[in-house]
């Protein structure tokens, strides 16, 4: 095979590369259209049934804070156990259990 044959063979090769490509960047072209139709309709849609959007921030705002809270309650409930269980240790101990019997008068 001469050198010329074989740089035709590269350049043919590279031509069907920059086709994939050029068909690539149609299909890209067409998903990015497409998502911009997409979030265009949402904010017309928001404009349009304000209601709905508040109704919507409603409900994700009571999940949120209920989330928040049900966190909140296991993660004070391990450590107080965790505390609970270095009852042991002298120094700590004492101190510990000082804040236990505060928190206990309280309830």
Request: glycine share 12%; net charge positive; proline share 4%.
């Given at each position: 095979m001469s050198p010329t044959d074989e740089l035709l063979q590269k350049v043919d090769h590279l031509l069907h590369e920059l086709?994939?490509?050029r068909k690539l960047n149609e299909r890209m072209d067409k998903i990015a259209m497409f998502l911009e139709d997409?979030?265009?309709a949402d904010i017309v849609q928001n404009y349009t049934a304000p209601r709905k959007l508040i109704y919507i921030n409603f409900l994700a705002g009571l999940a949120r804070?209920?989330?928040l809270?049900?966190?909140t309650?296991?993660?004070?409930?391990?450590l107080g156990w965790l505390l609970s269980q270095s009852l042991t240790?002298?120094?700590?101990g004492d101190y510990i259990?000082?804040?236990m019997n505060y928190i206990r008068s309280y309830q």
């Open positions: 086709q994939q490509v997409i979030r265009l804070g209920l989330g809270t049900i966190g309650a296991i993660i004070l409930a391990i240790i002298p120094i700590i259990k000082d804040i």
